[in-house]
């Protein structure tokens, strides 16, 4: 199992995807899941990289024969506390939901790279005059280095169902690279792509028919 989504992320990563999984974790008392009703949830205050985000992982949960509902249509954004999370679960059990999928940023890493690298051992045998004529544009040219950041973000699968009591059923990290740097619409595409397919192969949801895998790409 851990072999195949090792390969399939490798392939995936090798695509020009701005997306890395970094990290994730699996409740080993659950060999597969099959969710019914699902809430997915974009917690961030960019209202459209939400809208984008939810309706993505929405179109992506239908395909593979789930009723998906956005946090966009049934509440906003506002705080709420204990009380009003419970009732909202409550609300949420009653309605039929047994699934909530939440993805938020957990955090901002800063990168800073060189223009330029070395090409081969061998080139660190130049001479002083050779080394510092190379790269004495340090001093000069802000376009030496080159900065760019890292969103570290977390996507949880919990269980609602009323016999139990959110029971945590899978929880990944996920780094995201210049989100900035390329379209909101880009950056939602690699993230759910990669979370469906590691969901996928961790069988907490149904892989997509042949056909339809196809024409999604069609799409993409």
Request: proline residues 3%.
């Amino acid at each position: 199992m851990k072999s195949r989504i090792s390969i399939l992320l490798m392939l995936l990563l090798l695509s020009c995807s701005s997306t890395q999984l970094v990290e994730s974790w699996k409740n080993p008392d659950i060999d597969s899941y099959e969710p019914y009703k699902v809430l997915v949830v974009g917690l961030t205050s960019d209202e459209t990289a939400r809208l984008q985000f939810e309706e993505k992982l929405k179109q992506e949960l239908e395909l593979r024969g789930y009723e998906v509902v956005m946090s966009f249509d049934l509440f906003k954004t506002e705080k709420m506390n204990t009380a009003e999370l419970d009732s909202l679960e409550s609300q949420l059990i009653k309605s039929g939901f047994d699934t909530i999928l939440l993805t938020k940023i957990i955090g901002v890493e800063e990168k800073i790279t060189y223009s330029e690298s070395y090409k081969s051992y061998n080139e660190t045998y130049r001479k002083f005059k050779d080394e510092f004529l190379k790269h004495q544009d340090i001093y000069y040219s802000p376009n030496y280095y080159n900065a760019y950041q890292i969103y570290k973000a977390e996507t949880s699968v919990y269980c609602i169902c009323p016999t139990k009591d959110r029971e945590l059923i899978w929880k990944g990290y996920i780094n995201i690279t210049d989100p900035q740097a390329q379209s909101i619409e880009k950056t939602v595409n690699d993230y759910v792509k990669l979370a469906i397919l590691v969901l996928e192969e961790e069988q907490l949801i149904k892989s997509l028919p042949i056909n339809n895998q196809e024409s999604t790409n069609l799409i993409n």
